[in-house]
């Protein structure tokens, strides 16, 4: 079992000087989950309150009356936060480190150049008619514009929702509509290793979907110079409408309860749905997680290699080290290029103290050997942190050892979309470390484990994992759909989160992701709805039925494993299934490219017609003796027939 393996102790030198060594965690935890109105209200001191709260905590998870706010009769401002409060202090120090996906290419950007060109932006976009509670789509590379673009919507009270640069046409124009946005942003093209991918050929289609016509201007970035299309009255250039702007713009006072943001991610079930963030608690819960559990001190270059398309980028990259008045550095590229030392390099060159990344990409680079780091020292580092995916413990050890120099503690931590920021990690001088484990709840953070039923289960056990009561950075609602919100997280169990996520907890009260529990894909750290592969595929001419589910794969955590029924008369073809795989990737995005597809001429289903993905899950791993009851198949011979061709991968 797991337990058996090392256990770190917390480093002295760490504990020495950290926010919270082991006595003020327990404290402070007590204290949070004892007095939480009390905990949050102080905690809310963090930030800078137009009008400070007296509500603090009014929330309710009964499934008839889902209602959760924080702070609600505060009024603050998530830009000045971020930005106008630093400039005395912090001013001339860099708030954005920039690297380029070109090595020869970087720059640094100050607390006050941030703050000016964000409120030039933001007045540009007032220009355009853009206000308080529309709605604008980023669909941008990791260039310093995209967080000046979320803080430009933040400052004049526009809600952002953020669309990752490899989703496809279909997806930006899907969310377009899904939030109903006035504006896009985007740039000419992104650049990613060495690549050239391009987001504005990728937007004009998007536009001429049925439905995006809300859409009336597009702002785009020059980051390449690539040639692309222009539709005149439609289409801006950023500099144009930004460079001429006043660099002060009046920030909007926004009530704590104000949507900050939209953001889009992939459950069991339907199309994305869109997760609505709010202000104050929000960006309390940010700015706190990024202080405590990355042990962030003033000076520090703190790196985080998410993208800003997802949660990770909004509140680790942008949100939480900004309030924070950290240094933040932002890469455009990718770890493998130009070679598999960029990480280090990069660490390097600009004296990186706290590298937070995922296991996807420490088992690539462990892929490689140990001495895929051999160009750099590394010697700056003091802290690293996984997030995304369980971190199998080798991976763990390994990005310790090799990427760490055997003296970093890694933060295992674990959090959602949903969540808004991290709700079970180590602290850095506080707790001791189990590779593999995301260990212990973070302040004001109640987890638990429940068995199918909805049971408490106690102790040293395994179960699903809930959340008991609301804490600050949670998302509200489902942009326009509070219904599904309900129905989603809150109807599986009596008045409890349902994360999705299944976990064992040892005996020490240590927390151990074991992974989703529903069907929900976790593919190199990126989430996924099988249901949205599927529906993908079966509206491919050829296709009459398509299962998708996930297997382990040694290097993305999990690969996407296809069955595809063809409808009669169709061959099955390998240019086919070329076909299919182009289909997808063209449908939602690159991200969704299937690793296996095999024909099945029948899936496994029960008499009343259900899929019975247990069995698919099963023969996708190759463990096929543990098929389990197949009794309840309507015609078990088509298990034998999936097993007699399983594409080996
Ligand atoms: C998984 C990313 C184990 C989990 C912040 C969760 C993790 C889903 C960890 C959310 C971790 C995230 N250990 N599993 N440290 N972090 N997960 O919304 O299954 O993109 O439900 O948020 O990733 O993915 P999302």
């Not at 930004?242 to 309860?257: I, L």
């Not at 050829?542 to 296809?562: N, R, S």
Request: aromatic share 8%; proline share 5%; glycine share 10%.
């Amino acid at each position: 079992m797991s337990e058996q393996q090392n256990v770190y102790p917390v480093r002295e030198d760490i504990a020495a000087n950290a926010w919270a060594d082991e006595a003020t965690y327990q404290a402070m935890y007590q204290q949070s989950v004892d007095d939480p109105e009390g905990f949050w209200a102080e905690q809310a001191k963090r930030l800078d309150w137009i009008k400070a709260p007296t509500k603090i905590k009014s929330t309710s998870f009964a499934r008839d009356n889902v209602d959760i706010r924080w702070f609600e009769d505060g009024q603050l401002n998530v830009a000045a936060n971020c930005l106008d409060r630093h400039l005395e202090k912090r001013g001339d120090q860099t708030a954005i480190i920039w690297e380029g996906d070109d090595p020869s290419e970087s720059k640094h950007i100050s607390y006050r150049e941030l703050y000016e060109r964000t409120n030039q932006l933001a007045n540009g976009l007032k220009e355009l008619g853009v206000g308080k509670g529309d709605t604008v789509t980023l669909y941008m590379p990791m260039i310093p514009e995209a967080a000046m673009a979320m803080l430009a919507c933040a400052r004049i009270g526009a809600v952002h929702s953020v669309v990752f640069g490899g989703f496809s046409p279909d997806a930006v124009a899907q969310r377009v509509i899904g939030a109903d946005s006035k504006l896009v942003i985007t740039a000419d093209e992104s650049v990613r290793g060495g690549k050239q991918v391009p987001l504005k050929d990728n937007v004009d289609a998007a536009l001429t979907r049925e439905g995006t016509n809300v859409c009336q201007n597009v702002l785009v970035v020059k980051r390449t110079g690539g040639e692309i299309e222009w539709k005149e009255g439609r289409d801006l250039w950023f500099s144009d409408l930004v460079d001429k702007q006043s660099t002060e713009c009046e920030p909007e006072a926004m009530g704590a309860e104000d949507p900050l943001f939209i953001l889009y991610t992939s459950g069991s079930t339907g199309a994305p749905k869109g997760l609505k963030h709010t202000t104050g608690g929000y960006l309390t819960f940010a700015a706190m997680t990024h202080q405590y559990v990355f042990d962030y001190h003033e000076g520090e270059v703190y790196w985080c290699t998410a993208d800003v398309g997802w949660v990770t980028g909004h509140s680790y990259i942008v949100y939480g080290p900004l309030a924070n008045g950290a240094t933040t550095l932002m890469f455009e590229g990718v770890p493998s290029y130009p070679t598999h030392g960029r990480l280090g390099d990069i660490v390097d060159k600009h004296n990186v103290n706290i590298l937070y990344t995922a296991p996807t990409a420490v088992r690539a680079l462990m892929a490689h050997g140990d001495n895929v780091m051999d160009s750099s020292k590394r010697d700056s580092l003091r802290l690293l942190g996984s997030v995304g995916e369980p971190i199998n413990p080798e991976a763990w050890e390994w990005f310790y050892r090799v990427i760490g120099n055997e003296k970093c503690p890694i933060v295992d931590t674990w959090w959602q979309t949903e969540t808004g920021g991290i709700m079970i990690s180590p602290l850095p001088g506080a707790t001791p470390l189990k590779p593999g484990s995301a260990t212990k709840p973070f302040f004001g953070v109640q987890p638990a484990l429940v068995d199918n039923e909805g049971n408490l289960l106690e102790g040293a056990t395994e179960g699903n994992l809930v959340i008991l009561d609301a804490w600050p950075g949670q998302a509200r609602s489902i942009w326009g759909d509070h219904d599904r919100f309900v129905q989603t997280y809150f109807s599986t169990y009596d008045n409890m989160y349902f994360t999705g996520d299944g976990c064992r907890r040892d005996e020490d009260g240590y927390y151990w992701i074991t992974g989703r529990v529903d069907d929900v894909l976790n593919v190199s750290g990126h989430r996924m709805g099988t249901a949205e592969i599927e529906s993908s595929l079966v509206a491919h001419s050829a296709v009459a039925e398509a299962a998708v589910v996930g297997f382990p794969h040694d290097i993305k955590g999990q690969g996407i494993y296809i069955y595809v029924t063809l409808n009669d008369e169709i061959d099955p073809t390998d240019e086919l299934k070329k076909e299919l795989t182009q289909w997808v990737r063209k449908d939602i995005g690159p991200i969704a490219s299937p690793d296996v597809i095999q024909w099945a001429p029948g899936l496994p289903k029960t008499r009343s017609g259900k899929i019975m993905r247990r069995i698919l899950r099963k023969i996708a791993a190759n463990e096929c003796d543990g098929l389990g009851d197949t009794s309840t198949l309507a015609d078990p011979s088509v298990v034998d027939e999936l097993i007699e061709h399983r594409v080996n991968k």
